[in-house]
């Protein structure tokens, strides 16, 4: 027990030493304590609102009253589905933000010899003993006073179910983390899971989004929601949402036994997680090598020193899953736009100007990605203009090859390729996305040297460096403002065009210009950049050494 | 500020003792410590600096460090940590702004065309400042064409440089998997590549294993006799004493003393040499708890963390400590 307790006042002792050492670190600190009252007094709220529910409501007198507090009724479903999809939403932001790069990684402990068992729990109930348990804790203790209108009984078990509800997603969040450090070893397979698990979490914020515009509330079944909860709530991610019910309704066999699945799942979850640390004790450092033929991109790239800045970066964007994941969210806008296009074409064409505007987003902070690497360019003597004319070369292609290739399979998927006026409006999209990715892309050459922001190691795409959150908050604004500031030119060709009335007849001539547009600031913002990049390439060295440091 | 452009030189210190080996002679003083007449840079030098100055907050890392180092030398830097050995490289290289001072590098002031400078000599970068998710071969052919070396070239290159360093096997390995050993030497083999007049190394020889030392060594010998110049931050004084032909000591951010190996020996061993320069060797401290023995260990069943010493276990190990 002693080595436990050490390990909650290591935790917390932790906490106050980075408080004192950094002022960002206290504003972020008393700004999560804002965020958690008022999700402790958000809550309390919704459970007073609800706690006001009639059991039957009848919208109108010839269709049937929905029942509301009953067994099955909307607010068990409702309870026991948006129950399942935090738990799982907490692991996944777990594994995305603090991850292997969490300070209680249990490999910093590797040194003193504490058994795995006692480690183990020793950092469970530490990650009980924060901020974000402590909230959630008083957030569902809070919201156990929903339920006092269907009994006492579910009010006190609510309340005893609230911390079995932390216990089990803390439990499977540590299982995730353990799992996806220990079992994923080599760097192509970290990147590749970085990539499902941050496509999955946003494929999860749509749903909601999807099952209402897809295809009309109409569609909604009753049904099915109702057996999801029944299925949901025999699974450890909802068991502990369902047990007032089972008491309010009677069925303490059922109490019994979801308290079992739960019980059961936190042992699984501890001994995975066990297993998890012995492993990776007894198997460090046996990651496997994987060889590549040849020179890859240094073979075809243009034979000059942006050449060779050229097929650097298009090697590394290969194996970069914090870079290769902006390249995989032009075809899932694409996706998720068709989902919720209702049959308007359109709607499925203009996820190519996100696409193009969200392109460059990485290389705003390209050189931070690159890191310490950079290093060896200043070390060579590299002229800023021939680094952003490579680094450039790269993007570009990508930029016009990837939206080419969405825009020709937009116009076959939707059928617009047989009608020359959507095909033409549709090429329309294609060049404004373009454009607004050269303006993006201009922009970052230059932001890229001035606006840099830690980003997570590539080893470790899942950690936050320290003093991420601060900077990071703000300086993505700079180019994502930017970037459509830009593409102003086009926006008051298309006003002047509006205003006479002209738009409808000559909006092909958005195309040419939204082009110029965007290649023009392209060409301006790579100047730029080289300017900036010769000017401040010492400092930038110094600052990726001090982002490197926040990176152990 | 401190007025450190060009110090003027000791009567004593006359730059061409540099390039003739006078082993009889006692080492040379560091000029910024005696002030008489000014002491102009040497372009005939492979390195001339004059009033090297750099602070960082309130330290001062490089105090006014005047240096000049023969072309075809093989030129060990040597000092304790923090004595601004690497500061200095760093302010020579290009790679640090000196908030005072000159240093010019074959006849080229280096902060008038940096870039000019940086493409004629080499280098090494550490372990960390490469890109390592590039295999070996490819970091090599990166290396020399941002050199403005053609591909083909780089290659051909690259593949002798591999070879010679025993990183042929591993040449389609991507860097990151490489051992501390094999990273040192593909840094190394990334600043050769366009066979630069002047070669800088800041502890090359640090984690790599015996065999390829040796081979190191060779490599960077032959290169210093083709008329190459060797400059290497080492802590290792064996290894500065059988391979460098000159020395120059730094402590505090100046040169203690500097000229050929013998001349800094003074007939004496370089190692007791050195720490009679840098001073701040004392008799051995005995502490009290550190014996080795069973006395005071903590009780293996009940195991501690970082932040819990072990003297709760032993409340009078903490008064027990002292020195003696």
Same mark, same amino acid.
Request: proline share 6%; glycine share 10%.
């Given at each position: 027990?002693?080595?436990?307790?050490?390990?909650?006042?290591?935790?917390?002792?932790?906490? #106050?030493?980075?408080?004192?050492?950094?002022?960002?670190?206290?504003?972020?600190?008393?700004?999560?304590?804002?965020?958690?009252?008022?999700?402790?007094?958000?809550?309390?709220?919704?459970?007073?609102?609800?706690?006001?529910?009639?059991?039957?409501?009848?919208?109108?007198?010839?269709?049937?009253?929905?029942?509301?507090?009953? $067994?099955?009724?909307?607010?068990?479903?409702?309870?026991?589905?948006?129950?399942?999809?935090?738990?799982?939403?907490?692991?996944?932001?777990?594994?995305?933000?603090?991850?292997?790069?969490?300070?209680?990684?249990?490999?910093?402990?590797?040194?003193?010899? %504490?058994?795995?068992?006692?480690?183990?729990?020793?950092?469970?109930?530490?990650?009980?003993?924060?901020?974000?348990?402590?909230?959630?804790?008083?957030?569902?203790?809070?919201?156990?006073?929903?339920?006092?209108?269907i009994?006492?009984?579910?009010?006190?078990?609510?309340?005893?179910a609230?911390?079995?509800?932390? %216990?089990?997603?803390?439990?499977?969040?540590?299982?995730?983390?353990?799992?996806?450090?220990?079992?994923?070893?080599?760097?192509?397979?970290?990147?590749?899971? @970085?990539?499902?698990?941050?496509?999955?979490?946003?494929?999860?914020?749509?749903?909601?989004?999807?099952?209402?515009?897809?295809?009309?509330?109409?569609?909604?079944? $009753?049904?099915?929601?109702?057996?999801?909860?029944?299925?949901?709530a025999?699974? $450890?991610?909802?068991a502990?949402?369902?047990?007032?019910f089972?008491?309010?309704?009677?069925?303490?066999?059922?109490?019994?036994?979801?308290?079992?699945?739960?019980?059961?799942?936190?042992?699984?979850?501890?001994?995975? =997680?066990? #297993? =998890?640390?012995?492993?990776?004790?007894?198997?460090?450092g046996?990651?496997?090598?994987?060889?590549?033929?040849?020179?890859?991109?240094?073979?075809?790239?243009?034979?000059?020193?942006?050449?060779?800045?050229?097929?650097?970066?298009?090697?590394?964007?290969?194996?970069?899953?914090?870079?290769?994941?902006?390249?995989?969210?032009?075809?899932?806008?694409?996706?998720?736009?068709?989902?919720?296009?209702h049959g308007?074409?359109?709607?499925?064409?203009?996820?190519?100007?996100?696409?193009? #505007?969200?392109?460059?987003?990485?290389?705003?902070?390209?050189?931070a990605?690159?890191?310490?690497?950079?290093?060896?360019?200043?070390i060579?003597?590299?002229?800023? #203009?021939?680094?952003?004319?490579?680094?450039?070369?790269?993007?570009? *292609?990508?930029?016009?090859?990837?939206?080419?290739?969405?825009?020709?399979?937009? *116009?076959?998927?939707?059928?617009?390729?047989?009608?020359?006026?959507?095909?033409?409006?549709?090429?329309?999209?294609w060049?404004?996305?373009? *454009?607004?990715?050269? =303006?993006?892309?201009?922009?970052?050459?230059?932001?890229? =040297?001035?606006?840099? @922001?830690?980003?997570?190691?590539?080893?470790?795409?899942?950690?936050?460096?320290?003093?991420?959150?601060m900077?990071?908050?703000?300086?993505?604004?700079?180019?994502l403002?930017?970037?459509?500031?830009?593409?102003?030119?086009?926006? %008051?060709?298309?006003?002047?065009? *509006?205003?006479?009335g002209?738009?409808?007849?000559?909006?092909?001539?958005?195309? $040419?210009?939204?082009?110029?547009?965007?290649?023009?600031?392209?060409?301006?913002?790579?100047?730029?950049?080289?300017?900036?990049?010769?000017?401040?390439?010492?400092?930038?060295?110094?600052?990726?050494?001090?982002?490197?440091?926040?990176?152990? | 500020?401190?007025?450190?452009?060009?110090?003027?030189?000791?009567?004593?210190?006359?730059?061409?003792?540099?390039?003739?080996?006078?082993?009889?002679?006692?080492?040379?003083?560091?000029?910024?410590?005696?002030?008489?007449?000014?002491?102009?840079?040497?372009?005939?030098?492979?390195?001339?600096?004059?009033?090297?100055?750099?602070r960082?907050?309130?330290?001062?890392a490089?105090?006014?460090?005047?240096?000049?180092?023969?072309?075809?030398?093989?030129?060990?830097?040597?000092?304790?940590?923090?004595?601004?050995?690497?500061?200095?490289?760093?302010?020579?290289?290009?790679?640090?702004v000196?908030?005072?001072?000159?240093?010019?590098?074959?006849?080229?002031?280096?902060?008038?065309?940096?870039?000019?400078?940086?493409?004629?000599?080499?280098?090494?970068?550490?372990?960390?400042?490469?890109?390592?998710?590039?295999?070996?071969?490819?970091?090599?052919?990166?290396?020399?064409?941002?050199?403005?070396?053609?591909?083909?070239?780089?290659?051909?290159?690259?593949?002798?440089?591999?070879?010679?360093?025993?990183?042929?096997? !591993?040449?389609d390995?991507?860097?990151?998997?490489?051992? !501390?050993?094999?990273?040192?030497?593909?840094?190394?083999?990334?600043?050769?590549?366009?066979?630069?007049?002047?070669?800088?190394?800041?502890?090359?020889?640090?984690?790599?294993?015996?065999?390829?030392?040796?081979?190191?060594?060779?490599?960077?010998?032959?290169?210093?006799?083709?008329?190459?110049?060797?400059?290497?931050?080492?802590?290792?004084?064996?290894?500065? +004493?059988?391979?460098?032909?000159?020395?120059?000591?730094?402590?505090?951010?100046?040169?203690?003393?500097?000229?050929?190996?013998?001349?800094?020996?003074a007939?004496?061993d370089?190692? +007791?040499?050195?720490?009679?320069?840098?001073?701040g060797?004392?008799?051995?401290?005995?502490?009290?708890?550190?014996?080795?023995?069973?006395?005071?260990?903590?009780?293996?069943?009940?195991?501690?963390?970082?932040?819990?010493?072990?003297?709760?276990?032993?409340?009078?190990?903490?008064?027990?400590?002292?020195?003696?």
């Open positions: 027990m002693t080595a436990v307790l050490t390990l909650v006042r290591l935790r917390w002792a932790l906490t #106050w030493a980075t408080l004192k050492k950094s002022v960002w670190q206290t504003v972020g600190y008393v700004i999560a304590l804002v965020i958690a009252l008022g999700t402790i007094i958000g809550a309390a709220a919704a459970a007073w609102g609800v706690g006001l529910l009639p059991p039957f409501v009848q919208p109108k007198p010839d269709i049937a009253p929905f029942d509301i507090l009953g $067994p099955s009724g909307i607010l068990n479903v409702a309870v026991v589905l948006v129950g399942t999809v935090l738990t799982l939403m907490v692991g996944l932001v777990q594994l995305m933000l603090l991850g292997e790069g969490s300070t209680m990684s249990p490999r910093k402990f590797a040194l003193y010899g %504490i058994p795995d068992r006692k480690l183990q729990f020793g950092l469970l109930i530490s990650g009980l003993t924060g901020l974000p348990a402590i909230t959630g804790l008083l957030s569902l203790m809070a919201w156990a006073f929903a339920y006092r209108t009994g006492a009984c579910a009010v006190v078990v609510a309340l005893v609230a911390p079995l509800a932390v %216990i089990t997603m803390m439990s499977l969040a540590k299982l995730l983390i353990a799992l996806s450090t220990t079992l994923i070893t080599s760097s192509r397979g970290k990147g590749v899971f @970085y990539i499902v698990v941050i496509v999955l979490f946003i494929a999860a914020c749509q749903v909601p989004n999807i099952l209402i515009n897809g295809s009309g509330a109409s569609a909604f079944d $009753p049904a099915a929601a109702v057996l999801s909860a029944k299925v949901a025999w699974t $450890p991610l909802g502990a949402f369902q047990l007032p089972d008491v309010a309704f009677g069925h303490v066999g059922l109490l019994l036994a979801r308290i079992g699945v739960l019980v059961l799942t936190w042992v699984a979850c501890f001994v995975g =997680c066990t #297993w =998890c640390l012995r492993h990776e004790r007894l198997t460090t046996a990651s496997r090598t994987v060889k590549t033929k040849g020179i890859g991109a240094f073979g075809w790239m243009p034979d000059s020193v942006s050449g060779a800045v050229s097929a650097r970066l298009l090697t590394y964007l290969k194996r970069d899953p914090r870079q290769a994941m902006i390249f995989v969210m032009p075809v899932f806008f694409v996706i998720i736009f068709s989902l919720q296009s308007e074409s359109m709607v499925i064409w203009q996820g190519l100007i996100w696409s193009g #505007w969200m392109l460059a987003v990485a290389e705003s902070n390209g050189l990605y690159d890191g310490q690497g950079v290093t060896m360019q200043v060579a003597g590299v002229r800023g #203009w021939d680094d952003r004319k490579g680094r450039v070369r790269v993007y570009a *292609a990508i930029a016009i090859i990837y939206l080419t290739v969405l825009a020709v399979g937009i *116009a076959f998927a939707t059928g617009d390729w047989t009608d020359s006026n959507r095909l033409l409006l549709g090429l329309m999209i060049a404004i996305g373009l *454009a607004e990715a050269f =303006c993006g892309l201009g922009l970052s050459e230059i932001t890229s =040297c001035v606006f840099l @922001y830690p980003v997570p190691a590539m080893d470790k795409p899942f950690s936050s460096p320290q003093g991420r959150a900077a990071q908050g703000f300086f993505p604004f700079i180019y403002l930017g970037s459509l500031l830009l593409l102003l030119p086009t926006g %008051i060709v298309a006003a002047l065009l *509006a205003l006479t002209a738009i409808t007849a000559l909006y092909w001539v958005l195309i $040419p210009v939204a082009l110029a547009n965007g290649v023009g600031m392209l060409v301006l913002g790579t100047w730029l950049g080289g300017k900036l990049l010769d000017a401040r390439a010492l400092s930038i060295v110094d600052t990726l050494d001090s982002f490197a440091s926040l990176q152990h | 500020m401190p007025q450190a452009q060009n110090v003027p030189l000791p009567d004593r210190f006359d730059q061409s003792q540099l390039n003739q080996p006078q082993p009889e002679q006692p080492p040379q003083l560091p000029p910024q410590q005696s002030a008489a007449q000014p002491w102009p840079l040497n372009p005939a030098a492979a390195v001339s600096i004059r009033g090297l100055f750099k960082f907050g309130q330290k001062i490089v105090n006014g460090l005047a240096l000049d180092i023969p072309v075809g030398s093989f030129y060990g830097l040597v000092g304790p940590n923090g004595a601004g050995k690497t500061t200095t490289l760093n302010m020579v290289t290009g790679l640090l000196p908030d005072a001072g000159n240093a010019m590098i074959l006849g080229h002031d280096v902060w008038q065309d940096v870039n000019t400078v940086k493409r004629m000599i080499g280098v090494m970068p550490q372990p960390e400042q490469i890109f390592d998710r590039l295999t070996g071969m490819q970091l090599l052919v990166y290396s020399g064409m941002l050199r403005g070396m053609k591909r083909d070239e780089s290659l051909a290159r690259a593949k002798d440089l591999l070879s010679a360093f025993d990183l042929a096997q !591993a040449a390995v991507m860097v990151s998997d490489y051992s !501390a050993g094999m990273t040192k030497k593909i840094c190394l083999a990334s600043a050769m590549i366009h066979s630069p007049r002047i070669l800088v190394l800041d502890e090359p020889f640090e984690s790599v294993d015996p065999v390829s030392s040796a081979n190191l060594k060779d490599i960077l010998i032959e290169y210093a006799h083709t008329g190459g110049t060797v400059i290497i931050s080492s802590h290792v004084m064996s290894l500065v +004493e059988k391979m460098c032909t000159h020395v120059a000591v730094i402590n505090n951010g100046m040169v203690s003393a500097a000229g050929t190996v013998e001349q800094v020996a007939g004496e370089l190692e +007791e040499r050195f720490l009679q320069l840098v001073g060797r004392h008799a051995a401290v005995r502490i009290s708890w550190l014996d080795g023995g069973t006395a005071h260990t903590p009780d293996p069943s009940t195991p501690y963390a970082a932040n819990e010493p072990y003297a709760a276990n032993e409340p009078n190990a903490a008064n027990e400590s002292s020195r003696q």
